[in-house]
């Protein structure tokens, strides 16, 4: 079963337009990451937050964490087409080497 | 700098079969960890492997096995196959000094069962 949940599950934007993503978890985190992952690819690491910080920039990339609600966001600014992916949410436990996944957001940018 | 490597890129299986799947982890790694991802769906947790020892295993069955090497490569290992391991097995690895440490991941391997 899936630790969090995404959403929305899709999202169509135009380019230079932001994008908006939110997940949701279940249990207390260590840390709480975003990966990307273009079509038939594997995932690649974007940003980490750790539990006790409540927000974190990388370039075009903003995240929030919002521990209180089991929360957390990604924004992209000036998207670009290559952009396109989905994008997922995953939750690192305090005593967990492994990472629990939600079900992801499909980012559809267009030209 | 190599990353992540997976062979094979796609598989094609019957039900019952046996199948191995391998992964080099990215230079400099130690620890390896396989997800199983659905279609349409976030990776699942296989297991993880560090020091030649499963660490920690997800809620697969006993179907699903792997090794580590001693030059920290990993097999995965899936024994009578069904129809629902239909999937992309994904590799991760990273290295083991912290916990939820971000994960380096190969472009799969796409297996379907026929």
């Known amino acids: 079963s899936q630790q969090g949940e995404e959403d929305p599950q899709a999202l169509s934007i135009q380019e230079g337009e932001n994008a908006t993503m939110n997940c949701s978890y279940k249990t207390s985190i260590n840390n709480l990451q975003w990966y990307r992952q273009n079509s038939g690819r594997g995932l690649v690491h974007l940003i980490l937050?750790?539990?006790?910080?409540r927000e974190k920039h990388s370039g075009r990339l903003r995240v929030t964490l919002d521990t209180s609600k089991k929360s957390s966001s990604l924004l992209i600014t000036a998207s670009r087409a290559a952009d396109t992916a989905s994008y997922f949410c995953?939750?690192?436990?305090?005593?967990?080497?492994?990472?629990?996944f939600g079900a992801g957001t499909t980012v559809t940018v267009r030209a | 700098d190599a990353g992540v490597t997976q062979s094979p890129t796609h598989l094609i299986k019957t039900r019952g079969q046996q199948v191995t799947l391998r992964c080099s982890p990215k230079?400099?790694?130690?620890?390896v960890s396989w997800y199983q991802q659905a279609l349409g769906q976030g990776p699942q947790f296989i297991f993880q492997?560090?020091?030649?020892?499963?660490?920690q295993r997800g809620n697969f069955p006993d179907r699903f096995s792997g090794h580590q090497f001693p030059n920290y490569s990993s097999e995965l290992n899936v024994n009578a196959l069904l129809l629902g391991d239909s999937a992309l097995y994904l590799c991760a690895s990273s290295r083991q000094e912290n916990l939820g440490q971000p994960q380096h991941f190969g472009d799969g391997t796409r297996l379907s069962i026929l």
């Open positions: 937050i750790r539990s006790n910080e």
């Open positions: 492997y560090y020091e030649e020892e499963e660490r």
């Open positions: 995953a939750t690192a436990g305090s005593n967990d080497y492994k990472l629990s």
């Open positions: 230079s400099g790694h130690d620890t």
